[in-house]
């Protein structure tokens, strides 16, 4: 199993759509998590930080479950702008605080 | 604009050259990062410095040479670098080297090996 795992998409919805992607990991020791975004050809760009109790900054909400092991990323009322790659970060925990990435899922807002 | 600069934007260079990549940094952080993205790749660490300490080394071979002058400079020295070595580069700073530390990117440098 991949230290860490995103379904690769590309996720393509409508404007106005809800969209949500899960990002699992195999450390459980892991503590740390984080939502980049990266537009296409630029660098990755911090969306937000994960936390224990769930995270919400206006359209986005992060969630983190420890027992199964994913965090997701949920995008309400999508926009044009939104469409990018979502890039999922997990900190190999254990003492380690190398920090892991996914490969990313594209998400694709139309009109 | 960004806090991360980084130099060269593209660079293009045969198998036997000697550059240079270049990150400076205007945040105040003491952490720098450089990590290599390839086509289709999740983004690989490659080195992280601490106060100007390298603190990880993620196997990287001995054709990449990280210098770390002082907290807001880094160097990746290049050195008989082969084909697959194509790649952006990407550097970073956090404010420190630890959990729960978000880190700021530049734009990368998009190296070509000829």
């Known amino acids: ?111 | 604009e960004t806090g991360v600069t980084q130099t060269p934007r593209h660079l293009v260079m045969g198998m036997t050259n000697k550059k240079s990549l270049k990150c400076e940094q205007h945040l105040g952080h003491n952490a720098m990062y450089w990590y290599k993205q390839s086509a289709k790749k999740p983004l690989e660490l490659m080195f992280v410095y601490n106060f100007k300490e390298q603190t990880e080394n993620n196997s990287v071979p001995s054709r990449f040479s990280p210098e770390c002058p002082n907290s807001s400079h880094l160097f990746l020295h290049l050195h008989t670098l082969q084909p697959e070595d194509s790649a952006l580069y990407l550097c970073a700073s956090s404010q420190d080297w630890g959990r729960d530390q978000p880190q700021h990117f530049g734009d990368g440098t998009r190296l070509s090996i000829l």
Not at chain 1, 56 to 70: H, I, K, V
Request: hydrophobic share 30%.
């Open chain 1, 1 to 111: 199993r991949k230290e860490v795992e995103q379904d690769p998409g590309p996720f393509n919805v409508p404007e106005g759509a809800t969209v949500a992607f899960n990002c699992t990991y195999s450390n459980s020791a892991s503590q740390s998590f984080f939502w980049y975004r990266q537009d296409c050809r630029k660098e990755p760009k911090l969306l937000m930080s994960v936390y224990s109790s769930g995270n919400e900054d206006g359209r986005f909400t992060a969630q983190l479950n420890r027992a199964s092991q994913y965090i997701s990323l949920l995008i309400r009322d999508s926009k044009l702008s939104d469409s990018a790659t979502y890039l999922c970060v997990v900190n190999r925990g254990g003492g380690s605080y190398i920090p892991t990435f996914g490969r990313g899922t594209s998400l694709i807002v139309h009109p």
